[in-house]
């Protein structure tokens, strides 16, 4: 985390903050809800479907009040919450991709998430601190010569394969300790991680380190047609996009 974020997060911990809700006006949020989310904050990411978490539930909290979603407050961006974004984004004049960036968070008036997300941005080129840009190429080519047939979301779920390696304490802790560990990928055995990967595995790595994670949490995946390995088949399946099993 950016020193930055780290001061700004402490300013949020050091009282309450009034903050401007679109529809409703100037709110106090109270120290202990603060608090309780200064965490979260001061890490949010862009939000797509498939994200999870306090941000997501917060977005769809404010979307019901004000009559854009009609179900549950679960922490989940769904169908129903991307349909609801998308509703509130035509309304307030955003481009109605159904994404929760920094646009949307201003006008949804979760301007700590807003601000955090562009305090990360500023600081690191659109990416999240401690990721370096050759880490964003490396993984783009991991991405593009694992997945470069498999459709957007899957491209995006084997970077958040290899990112959520690095957070695994059983991994090397960087990108390139993990795509490079013997044994772990195809494409560095077979060369074709020295293929130039196109604009759409570039995005997808930076969405992947930003922190969607299609996969919900695997550490594996699998094509189960090509597999080999007894041992990968064993492993607990968590969600199947494209031709690609996830599994922790």
């Known amino acids: 985390m950016k020193k930055s974020v780290k001061k700004w997060a402490a300013a949020v911990l050091a009282g309450a903050m009034l903050l401007p809700v679109a529809g409703v006006g100037i709110v106090k949020i109270a120290t202990a809800h603060e608090t309780a989310q200064v965490e979260e904050i001061a890490q949010v990411a862009v939000l797509r479907s498939g994200a999870k978490g306090g941000e997501v539930k917060e977005v769809q909290r404010r979307l019901k009040l004000w009559g854009y979603y009609s179900g549950s407050v679960d922490g989940v961006f769904g169908e129903g919450t991307k ?61 593009y010569a694992e997945g470069r047939g498999e459709p957007y979301v899957g491209q995006v779920a084997i ?60 550490i594996y995946y699998y ?26």
């Open 83 to 143: 349909k609801a974004v998308i509703a509130f984004q035509k309304k307030n004049g955003l481009t109605a991709d159904g994404v929760v960036g920094k646009s949307t968070y201003k006008a949804l008036g979760m301007t700590s998430s807003y601000q955090a997300l562009l305090e990360q941005s500023n600081s690191n080129g659109g990416q999240v601190s401690g990721v370096s840009s050759s880490d964003v190429y490396l993984l783009a080519k991991t991405i």
């Open 159 to 218: 970077g958040a394969v290899i990112m959520n390696r690095v957070r695994n304490h059983a991994f090397p802790n960087t990108v390139s300790g993990v795509v490079y560990q013997k044994g772990a990928f195809t494409a560095v055995d077979d060369g074709q991680i020295n293929l130039t990967p196109n604009e759409t595995a570039m995005k997808a790595a930076r969405d992947a380190i930003n922190g969607w994670d299609p996969t919900g949490g695997a």
């Open 223 to 248: 094509n189960p047609a090509v597999a080999t390995s007894a041992w990968i088949f064993e492993r607990q399946t968590v969600t199947v996009i494209g031709k690609h099993v996830f599994a922790v």
